[in-house]
């Protein structure tokens, strides 16, 4: 169903209490999309977003949203959705409008490498995740642990080897991944669910990259208690491995508690499994085009992961090798300085031992467990961009609904309809 501007503007006027329309604008969509978006200004000047569920499906999805972000709205340092009324479609649930929210959306693959958006990305991802997981019940979200993780995801992979679509290869590479619990240790946190550039609303003091800031977050449709990599899937799928290690220090740094040392390593893992997702939507819904598409994304995906792995450090980026705790050399022994030097013939000073000293052996060397943000960097900091050199990343083509979930971005195209308020 493709709702008209018109229609959607009648929406917002009959849910909402005086107001009445005066422009309005419909994001593009396509036949799979899942809502019908559109942005009304009324006579008071005021923006206002509505967003109708096309499927029941939908319907059951932003009423999850709207429990969900109830609830955040008095918890969180940022804007998310809230209505102001809603309009019954029938079998598709319910319409929703909301005031508009400051921002825009981002191009995770564009913030810079500077103090700033990335941090500020960092610390909204560890708030969302620092949350008491009780809200997800309370909201009437889903949960769950690690050991369900792993097997969804698992069951996910047995489904799409039946379809003959997907290369043997990234079919053993992601099963090995999947079964290899040391992996999979973790402690679940509420998750946005699909956290990605268009879900996040920027604004900026100048031209400069690096001086915005996360105003608001919207599209939290999936929200659930899952796996915090969930989050980070399309972070390092999209950003540069300087940005991903500049996210994931501000998250380390904000968190409550710890965050696993293979986080971004399952996130590596859960971006490449979206094409995976991606590709049994459009089975299911009979998109030849998409299906077609999809399967070359997975085909050049594994002619990519082949062409790093003749480079140790290159492959960094792809791996899926769980990463260990990188320890720091012991110190060495104390030595009394009362003591005569020759009742200590087996003591040698570092600089008479003949080599120079090799690594940390003041403060912070004593054995104890590595720093977090080191963890993270042994994730990706050897990560390069040689990907482009063999065709480009297969996952950065968006075949599917990459429609912003809350407003006209830089590459949507709209449509501008002038209503007489009289009627």
């Known amino acids: 169903m493709d ?13 909402v209490p005086g107001l009445d329309p005066v422009t309005v604008e419909a994001l593009p969509s396509l036949p799979y999309d899942r809502f019908d978006v559109a942005f009304v200004r ?32 008095r918890r969180v340092g940022f804007s998310v959705p809230g209505p102001k009324g809603f309009f019954d479609l029938g079998d598709s649930g319910r319409a929703s409008v909301y005031p508009f929210l400051p921002g825009d959306p981002i ?49 996910d992979l047995d489904r799409a080897a ?32 699909a956290l990605s550039g268009d879900a996040l ?7 400069d990259a690096a001086s915005g800031r996360v105003r608001g977050v919207v599209g939290w ?35 409550l508690e710890r965050p696993d040392p293979h986080l971004l390593v399952r996130a590596r893992l859960l971006s490449e499994l979206d094409l995976l997702h991606q590709l049994m939507e459009a089975l299911a819904r009979g998109d030849d085009a998409a299906v077609e598409g999809l ?34 050399p012991a110190p060495p022994p104390a030595v009394d300085e009362d003591e005569d030097d020759d009742e200590l013939p087996g003591i040698t000073a570092p600089g008479h031992l003949g080599v120079e000293a090799d690594g940390p052996m003041a403060a ?17 900091a050897n990560r390069e961009d040689e990907v482009d050199d063999v065709g480009g990343d297969p996952r950065s083509e968006a075949t599917d609904d990459a429609t912003p979930a809350h407003r006209v971005g830089a590459r949507a195209e709209t449509v501008e309809i002038r209503l007489d308020p009289q009627h």
């Open 3 to 15: 709702r008209s501007p018109l229609y959607l503007a009648a929406v917002a006027s009959s849910a």
């Open 42 to 73: 009324d006579t008071e000047h005021r923006r206002w977003v509505v967003r109708a569920p096309r499927t029941a499906t939908a319907g059951a999805e932003l009423e999850s949203a709207i429990a969900i972000t109830a609830l955040l709205a």
């Open 295 to 328: 399967s070359a994304r997975l085909r050049r995906l594994d002619e990519v992961v082949h062409a790093l792995e003749e480079s140790s450090d290159d492959y960094q980026r792809l791996s899926l090798t769980p990463r260990s705790v990188r320890s720091r």
């Open 107 to 155: 191009d995770l693959g564009e913030v810079p490498d500077r103090r700033g958006l990335a941090g500020d990305i960092g610390r909204v991802m560890a708030t969302v995740h620092n949350l008491d997981v009780a809200l997800a019940d309370e909201a009437g979200l889903p949960s769950y642990d690690a050991d369900a993780c792993r097997t969804r995801r698992l069951a």
């Open 201 to 207: 609303l920027v604004t900026f003091d100048d031209d």
């Open 162 to 193: 039946t379809t003959g679509r997907v290369p043997t290869s990234l079919l053993t590479r992601w099963e090995q991944a999947l079964e290899d619990v040391t992996l999979w240790r973790f402690a679940p946190a509420l998750v946005h669910g």
């Open 221 to 255: 449709e999936h929200a659930q208690v899952s796996d915090p990599a969930e989050d980070f899937a399309a972070v390092v799928d999209q950003a540069s491995p300087e940005v991903v290690d500049r996210i994931m220090e501000a998250y380390a740094h904000a968190r």
């Open 364 to 380: 912070g060397s004593d054995g104890e467990t590595v720093a977090l943000d080191e963890v993270a960097d042994d994730g990706d």
